[in-house]
């Protein structure tokens, strides 16, 4: 068994669409990025590839590359569960966490798990989402961002 962490962060913007696991959030703002800026997925992805030692997500699915401009963040995570695959590796379980001050996130999290569990082909009941805020501290705190931390287990 091995064990990743990730972490992503990404601004507020005006004008964006706010994606948060695969799920859009009905908020005025969504979150500037090269992608869809999906924070959650993101920082999956950087655990899943950590935990087996395949470098990051901006390594696999560059922020250069206009081929992911604008790309929906549920092909990268699946495209990220079909290289773990191919090395050996299927998830045992993954914990994440988004800290946002706006919006509150709890009513979105069973939508969350499903949709993640159905990109990366595993059981919901594998995939933890937790939401909490930063009682207004740093830039989360000040709504100038969002930002997502998570831990998947691999076997």
Known sequence: MRIGFGYDVHALAEGRELWIG?????????????SDADVLI????????????MRDIGYHFPDTSGKYKNI?????????????REAGYELGNMDAT???EQP????YIPEMQQTLAE?????????SIKATTTEKLGFT????????????LIK
């Not at 695969?22 to 090269?34: E, Q, S, T």
Request: aromatic residues 2%; hydrophobic residues 50%; glycine residues 10%.
């Open 72 to 84: 929906d963040s549920k092909i990268l995570l699946r495209e990220t569960m079909r290289i773990l």
């Open 119 to 127: 990109v990366m082909a595993v059981p919901p009941g594998d995939i």
């Open 22 to 34: 695969g799920v859009r959030i009905d908020h005025p703002c969504g979150l500037a990025g090269h």
């Open 104 to 107: 509150r996130l709890n009513p």
């Open 42 to 53: 993101h920082a999956i992805c950087d655990a899943l590839l950590g935990a087996a030692n």
């Open 98 to 100: 988004v800290a946002a």
């Open 141 to 152: 705190g000040r709504r100038e961002g969002i930002a997502a931390y998570a831990v998947a």
